[in-house]
Nanobody, 117 residues
Framework: QVQLVESGGGLVQPGGSLRLSCVAS????????MSWHRQAPGKEREFVAS???????SYADSVKGRFTISRDNAKNTVFLQMNSLKPEDTAVYLC???????????WGQGIQVTVSS
């Protein structure tokens, strides 16, 4: 089992920044891709960004140029730096990990990000 715990969310004004963190614990061996997803009220969960163990990244078009995903493998942590935040970025942000050795998906509990003046 892998446990994922997110932190760093909160309320920020439009144009502001937040940095989310997700720490993985438990059976971390075999984790390859880690990613962030988000779900706004009344909407489906959507992909935000991902990063492989080797550092390859991918982003949703809606956040390209504003969000940056990074990873500290030694600390089993993935980060999401969010700049130039917009009200439409308001959502619960969830951390996700995929273990390639057992083809298993793991999700964090999620953390609220609210962008509002």
């Amino acid at each position: 089992q892998v446990q994922l715990v997110e932190s760093g969310g909160g309320l920020v004004q439009p144009g502001g920044s937040l940095r989310l963190s997700c720490v993985a614990s438990g059976s971390r061996f075999g984790i390859n891709v880690m990613s962030w997803h988000r779900q706004a009220p009344g909407k489906e969960r959507e992909f935000v960004a991902s990063i492989t163990g080797g550092g390859l990244t991918s982003y949703a078009d809606s956040v390209k140029g504003r969000f940056t995903i990074s990873r500290d493998n030694a600390k089993n942590t993935v980060f999401l730096q969010m700049n130039s935040l917009k009200p439409e970025d308001t959502a619960v942000y969830l951390c996700h990990a995929f273990r390639t050795d057992v083809s298993a998906h793991y999700w964090g509990q999620g953390i609220q990000v609210t962008v509002s003046s």
